[in-house]
């Protein structure tokens, strides 16, 4: 029993070491080239395996991917015309963010919109209820007010 | 009373955003449309799998309506798909296929096995048009108009009631 457990806990000690078997080694002339390399391939999503980006995927197609964003960062391509290679092929799918453009707009601007529109509502009904507050009685509401803690005293 | 419903408000938001969210668990993810939809054959120049000295480029694909099917050896579904690919064939439809990521004599193999729809296949070792087509995993289908413009795109296994419902249909469509 003490040794199942044992050879348990060292399979999960190893587990993290197997779930890096995906990433390449890969040679980079500078440190920006690098990082740019790391965010493109962090950011850009398998299109085989739905929710992972390519840089964690065993996929085939998310290796040629990385291949391609590499192959392409050593041509001096900027990030956008890395992206649009990708979108040109494989569809906006890939993008981990959607860009801002006329059809996405629903999407960026809707999170905004109900921000700014609960922050309406919570102005006009704390206005609403400073106006309720801040007015005076009218003779007869005296009258009746005074009548009912009359009535609350005698009884 | 006006202001009771008011309040109801975020209860009907969340219910509106709930039900495109349950809408949204339903879509198959791999029942999107091609990027390449309504877009020009990717251009390539490669061998074909039956002549290794002829270079065949994407003007194979112009005059004529054709399905061009990407399968591969390793490919188990495109073995099941064959027989669907054969009755397409003997409809009349012309196939031309793209072996990708294959060899050789693997990909000849193949099509003596399991039967040859194609009129001419395409060899790609390197995946590089699969790649410009945007495969993701074999097999996968694009009917081509006469222009060489890409007009359908299937994705995955042809049953062989998708070519009834959805393959000739389509091909009609196009001649």
């Known amino acids: 029993m003490a040794l199942i457990t044992r050879l348990l806990l060292c399979a999960l ?10 990433v390449e080694v890969r040679e980079f002339d500078d440190p920006v080239t690098e990082q740019r390399y790391r965010d493109l391939t962090a950011t850009l999503r398998c299109p085989k395996c739905e929710n992972q980006a390519i840089d964690d995927s065993d996929s085939p197609i998310a290796g040629d991917m990385r291949e391609r964003v590499y192959l392409q960062l ?36 809707l999170p905004a919109g109900l ?21 005076d009685l009218s003779a007869e509401e005296r009258a009746r007010l005074d009548a009912l803690i009359k009535r609350e005293r005698t009884e | ?31 999107r449309d091609s990027a390449l939809m309504a877009r020009e054959f990717p251009a390539f120049e490669l061998t ?20 061009v099917n990407v399968w591969g050896e390793w490919c188990p579904t495109c073995k099941q798909e064959m027989p669907q690919l054969l009755d397409l064939a003997e409809r009349g439809v012309r196939l031309v296929g793209v072996d990708y990521k294959d060899t050789r004599e693997k990909g000849r193999e193949f099509l003596t096995e399991f039967g040859n729809p194609f009129e ?23 009917l081509v108009d006469r222009e060489g413009i890409i007009r359908y795109h299937h994705t995955g296994y042809i049953r062989p009631e998708d070519v009834r419902e959805t393959i000739l249909p389509e091909v009609e469509r196009w001649r």
């Not at chain 1, 990708?86 to 801002?100: A, E, K, S, T």
């Not at chain 1, 921000?115 to 007015?135: D, N």
């Not at chain 2, 975020?10 to 949204?24: D, E, S």
Request: charged share 20%.
């Open chain 2, 120 to 142: 001419v296949n395409i060899f790609d070792p390197e995946g590089s048009l699969g790649f410009d087509l945007g495969v993701y995993g074999a097999p996968e289908t694009f």
């Open chain 1, 13 to 22: 000690l190893l587990w993290p070491a197997l779930g890096q078997a995906a």
């Open chain 1, 115 to 135: 921000v700014l529109l609960g922050a309406l509502v919570v102005v006009l009904m704390v206005r609403a209820r400073r106006r309720t507050s801040a007015r």
């Open chain 2, 1 to 31: 009373m006006k202001r009771r419903l008011l309040l109801l408000l975020p209860l009907a938001g969340f219910l509106v955003l709930g039900a495109f969210l349950y809408m949204g668990l339903s879509i198959n993810p791999f029942e």
């Open chain 2, 48 to 67: 074909t799998l039956e002549d290794p000295e002829r270079v065949v480029d994407a003007s194979l694909l112009e005059g004529e309506v054709t399905l």
């Open chain 1, 74 to 109: 050593q041509d001096g391509r900027s990030d956008k015309e890395i992206l649009d290679f990708m979108v040109n092929r494989f569809g906006d799918y890939v993008l981990y963010n959607p860009r801002l453009e006329g059809r996405t707009l629903l999407l960026w601007g």
